[in-house]
């Protein structure tokens, strides 16, 4: 190699060796289905994103497999007392939407009403709109409240097994991962990579200088009574469009 090509590309590895890490942004967003508005785009403020240089999951599944008793199962019972908790607080959310548009109607006609005269056929009619919704809003006043009564009976009754099947996983992980933080570190330092940590802003970007290689792009957003959880893989290599976190690339798992 002549002398001119040889200080070219020693140049060139110096060049890429001092090319620092680059800028990479994460997005996270929810699109869910909304009875009045349709599909709502939601973005994730304040959720923590970790970039893992290694697969943590298929650490805590290796672990998982060598220890000396299995994991406690989460019973059916349980899981489906979730379920119908879930189930009867959204009938009670509908049936209160329901009530409060009737409950806002009924104060406007009431509000016409007052700036009529009763001999006026306009107050007639809106007298007798009036009685027909009150009819109504007393209805689902009821309704509602049997609602309220149905979801917080659930509940209550769904709380104990919870956390006895709760605290029953948390010792059985406590003994199963006793050296799981050892193991991430030995990975990392294999890896030569760095784990980084970010949070998103209201508007559910964060943005992490990263160098280039393999991540797992790891976060949770937790619903009412089940969790979002990604564990997403990716390759930095130079500049590249955001990370997406969507509900289509996260696992929905209970919160147990």
């Not at 009819?135 to 006043?141: F, G, I, T, W």
């Not at 990579?193 to 949070?199: A, C, H, R, S």
């Not at 200088?209 to 976060?219: I, T």
């Not at 290599?237 to 990370?243: K, R, S, T, V």
Request: proline share 5%.
């Amino acid at each position: 190699m002549r002398r001119g090509n040889l200080l070219h590309t020693a140049l060139l590895a110096v060049l890429v060796s001092a090319c620092g890490p680059t800028p990479v942004v994460i997005t996270a967003e929810l699109s869910e289905e909304n009875a009045t508005e349709g599909t709502v785009v939601a973005s994730l403020g304040d959720l923590e994103i970790r970039l893992f240089p290694f697969d943590r999951d298929a650490i805590f599944d290796s672990l998982t497999a060598a220890a000396p008793r299995p994991e406690p199962p989460i019973p059916d019972s349980v899981l489906e007392a979730v379920n119908e908790v879930a189930a009867a607080q959204e009938e009670w959310r509908n049936a209160e939407a329901r009530w409060g548009v009737l409950r806002d109607t009924l104060q406007a006609l009431g509000t016409a009403l007052e700036g009529l005269s009763r001999g006026q056929a306009q107050y007639r009619l809106l007298f007798n709109d009036f009685q027909d919704l009150e009819a109504e809003y007393n209805r689902l006043d009821r309704a509602n409240a049997a609602a309220f009564n149905r979801f917080d009976d659930l509940q209550k009754a769904s709380i104990v097994a919870e956390q006895e099947i709760t605290l029953l996983r948390e010792e059985w992980a406590d003994e199963a991962f006793v050296d799981v933080n050892q193991i991430m570190m030995i990975q990392q330092r294999e890896s030569g990579l760095d784990i980084l940590y970010d949070t998103t802003d209201a508007n559910g970007v964060a943005t992490l200088d990263v160098k280039d290689g393999a991540y797992w792009v790891v976060a949770t957003y937790e619903k009412p009574y089940s969790e979002l959880y990604w564990n997403y893989p990716v390759t930095i290599a130079g500049e590249m469009e955001p990370i997406r976190l969507t509900s289509d690339n996260a696992t929905e798992r209970p919160k147990f």
